[in-house]
């Protein structure tokens, strides 16, 4: 079955501060891995796309990374802002079916 | 450019009456596809329409359905509302060579 577990649940930082958030899948096959960012009663707006060939892409002060042969992604958040609350969506496309698969997604909370 | 609507942005339903939600996508975009939102599930594929024909679907119960009309609107129904069905209802609009852009969403609530 597939499956995208994201960790943490949650995260409280100052402002200011650098974070990561994780992503891990067992999607089969692997065709792309989307990070989505989604403000409280708002959608979701993509931040990032990666397919199997890459390992990086950056957004801002939003780089993701992934790993495809132990199927992590990581999205590291550099300066946070108080902008930057929200909830951070993974989401992973499979090469065998159109259906995504979403992590449940990490909420963070940033301070001033 | 707008983007993708959803109306109307909240309802409240009594358990057992039908619903239905409007969501127009991005000019030119031909897909638009359906996702329901909740605490405890996080987000859930519903269905995708292009060119008016169901593409592909997702793990819900026959009461959900949907269909596109030839201006690429969409519309979604459920049938016979649980109080299960309570979520953000987010529609989504692409074309070939573009991501997907959300809506903001239609928040149901069903009593």
């Known amino acids: 079955k597939n499956q995208v577990e994201q960790s943490p649940q949650s995260l409280i930082i100052l402002e200011g501060k650098n974070c990561t958030l994780q992503?891990?899948?067992?999607?089969?096959?692997?065709?792309?891995l989307r990070w989505y960012k989604q403000d409280t009663g708002r959608g979701p707006v993509s931040l990032t796309i990666?397919?199997?060939?890459?390992n990086t892409k950056s957004n801002g002060r939003y780089t993701a990374t992934l790993d495809a042969d132990t199927k992590q992604s990581s999205l590291h958040i550099t300066a946070s802002q108080l902008s930057d609350s929200a909830s951070y969506i993974c989401?992973?496309?499979?090469?065998?079916?159109?259906?995504?698969?979403f992590g449940r997604g990490t909420s963070l909370i940033v301070h001033p | 450019k707008a983007g993708v609507t959803q109306t109307p942005r909240y309802l409240i339903k009594t358990r057992g009456q039908q619903v239905t939600l409007s969501c127009s996508p991005i000019?030119?975009?031909?897909?638009v596809s359906w996702y329901q939102q909740t605490p405890g599930q996080g987000l859930q594929f519903l269905f995708e329409?292009?060119?008016?024909?169901?593409?592909n679907k997702g793990n819900f119960p026959g009461r959900f359905s949907g269909r596109q009309f030839s201006n690429s609107r969409s519309e979604m129904n459920v049938s016979t509302l649980e109080l299960g069905d309570s979520a953000l209802y987010l529609c989504?609009?692409?074309?070939?060579?573009?991501?997907?852009?959300f809506g903001q969403g239609t928040r149901l609530t069903v009593v």
């Open positions: 000019s030119g975009h031909r897909s």
């Open positions: 990666m397919t199997f060939s890459e």
């Open positions: 989401v992973v496309g499979s090469g065998g079916s159109y259906i995504p698969t």
């Open positions: 329409y292009f060119s008016e024909t169901q593409r």
């Open positions: 989504a609009s692409s074309s070939l060579n573009t991501e997907a852009f």
């Open positions: 992503c891990n899948y067992t999607v089969s096959p692997f065709s792309n």
